[in-house]
Nanobody
Framework: QVQLVESGGGLVQPGGSLRLSCLAS????????MGWYRQGPENARDLVAT???????NYAESVKGRFTISIDNAKNTVYLQMNTLKPEDTAVYYC??????????WGQGTQVTVSS
């Protein structure tokens, strides 16, 4: 069983930056995809960015050029560096893990609020 622990959310002004972290523990295996989704108050849970162990990445169009996802394989940790944040980036951000067996695991979520 894989467990995910997220950290790094908070309140930031428009134009500011935040970095989210997600630590995976347990039987993560060799092949997986990790990343972040987000869910606003009235929205579905939407893709933000994902990465494989080999750093093959995928981004939502709305965050390209502003957000960067990276992975530290030695620490089993994925990071999401968020720059030039906008109010519309306000959401609960969920870390996700998709393993070789096709099971998707979700973290508990961390709130990101962009407001002046």
């Amino acid at each position: 069983q894989v467990q995910l622990v997220e950290s790094g959310g908070g309140l930031v002004q428009p134009g500011g930056s935040l970095r989210l972290s997600c630590l995976a523990s347990g039987s993560i295996g060799r092949f997986f995809v990790m990343g972040w989704y987000r869910q606003g108050p009235e929205n579905a849970r939407d893709l933000v960015a994902t990465t494989t162990r080999r750093s093959i990445t995928n981004y939502a169009e709305s965050v390209k050029g502003r957000f960067t996802i990276s992975i530290d394989n030695a620490k089993n940790t994925v990071y999401l560096q968020m720059n030039t944040l906008k109010p519309e980036d306000t959401a609960v951000y969920y870390c996700t893990f998709l393993g070789e067996d096709g099971r998707r695991i979700w973290g508990q979520g961390t709130q990101v609020t962009v407001s002046s």
